[in-house]
């Protein structure tokens, strides 16, 4: 397996957790997202995936696989153990409907296309495009705190799906300086997750392009 | 069953044309997105939802679940005839690739409030607001078309869990004055699903809180 991202983008983190958890180890692939223009958008790139966005994931036998939500739903169905998502229908929706918060409430709203275009495009301040980002973590942030339980990670002793999905959001909401005091049981999880293994080796700061 | 939603949202409707595919008829439960200040965020609807957004699915047994894209791996699982995913792995996640890029690149950007953020928040145009929303839907249409198939749905003859996601976010397009002539891929799935049953009865047009 080859493992095209980058070592700051949220999905690309989102992916090296589940891969890890699962014991699986990629060859990383770097692509940056800054240099060139951002090598996402090369023509090299999307031969491979033709989005042009990271990450991606390519399987021994050449098939490449996008979309860090498809990806991971395959590593579940395909690597089944340790499960990422409880045996029961409606706890797997619970646990779904989290990482849905976060994959689709959250991080699309803070993704580097729509900073620049507030930025460039509409020529909002660094102020402006802060509290934007501010407001769509805090939001939902409030929701997955509603949602999660009381010790341990999201939902009971061990990582599933929406743990995968939440450390990656709590390193943006760090790096984006959005304050995390209202959000204890999230704080919890991520103090949980940062001493366990799988969690620490796919941090943004342990990558080979790391900067 | 009762299916909390709004006519107009993408995600309600998503989430209709999933339970008509499966031949489930829920109760409707329509909640106002624009009257009363949007009764989605009034006390009564957080007590279901606590996320107050649409859509959300009551079972028989009183047990809640949110999130169209959760709620829609639940059905798949709990009803999987007919089968929105394909058998193999690999085809399973190209299918949910595209819904991913509908679900997370493109419709998470033109939900109301983004769009109120732009309008209220940073006094932007209706000129400016428009490119916003044509440029995200466009830029994921791009991408959608590479991936889709030449004849039939998405991915074959029968509808999947990209044309489940597919339909409604033409329906935005359209409403948004989007130009779909570069995407003949996506126009012909469009028709086509325009026809079929599932497809016609999740039209907003034809729900009880239709304006």
Redesign the interface.
Same mark, same amino acid.
């Given at each position: 397996m080859k493992l095209y991202g980058y070592w700051r983008s949220t999905s690309s983190y989102r992916l090296r957790i589940a891969l890890a958890l699962k014991g699986l180890t990629p060859e990383p692939m770097p692509v940056h997202l800054v240099r060139n223009g951002g090598e996402h958008r090369g023509e090299a790139y999307r031969r491979i995936n033709?989005? =042009?966005?990271v990450p991606s994931l390519a399987?021994d036998d050449g098939?490449v696989?996008?979309?860090? +939500?498809?990806?991971i739903?395959?590593l579940e169905? !395909?690597y089944p153990e340790p499960p990422l998502l409880p045996a029961d +229908? !409606?706890a797997?929706? @619970? !646990? @779904? =409907?989290v /990482? /849905?918060?976060i =994959?689709? %409430?959250i991080?699309?709203?803070h993704?580097v =296309? +729509?900073l620049n275009?507030?930025r460039r %495009?509409?020529g @909002?301040s660094e102020e402006?495009v802060g509290?934007?980002i501010g407001?769509?973590i805090s939001?939902g942030f409030a /929701?997955v705190e /509603?949602?999660i339980g009381d010790d341990g990670y999201c939902f009971g002793p061990i990582p599933r799906l929406a743990d995968v999905y939440l450390v990656p959001q709590v390193y943006a909401a760090e790096r984006f300086a959005v304050p995390l005091a209202p959000f204890p049981r999230i704080t919890r999880v991520a103090a949980l997750a940062a001493a366990h293994p799988a969690f620490a080796m796919a941090h943004p700061a342990r990558q080979p392009d790391a900067e």
């Open positions: 033709p989005q =042009g966005r399987l098939s696989l996008i979309q860090s +939500p498809a990806i739903e395959y169905e !395909v +229908p !409606v797997r929706a @619970r !646990v @779904r =409907g /990482a /849905a918060i =994959g689709c %409430d991080h699309p709203l993704n =296309g +729509p275009h507030l %495009d509409l @909002r402006e509290a934007w407001r769509w939001e /929701a /509603a949602l």
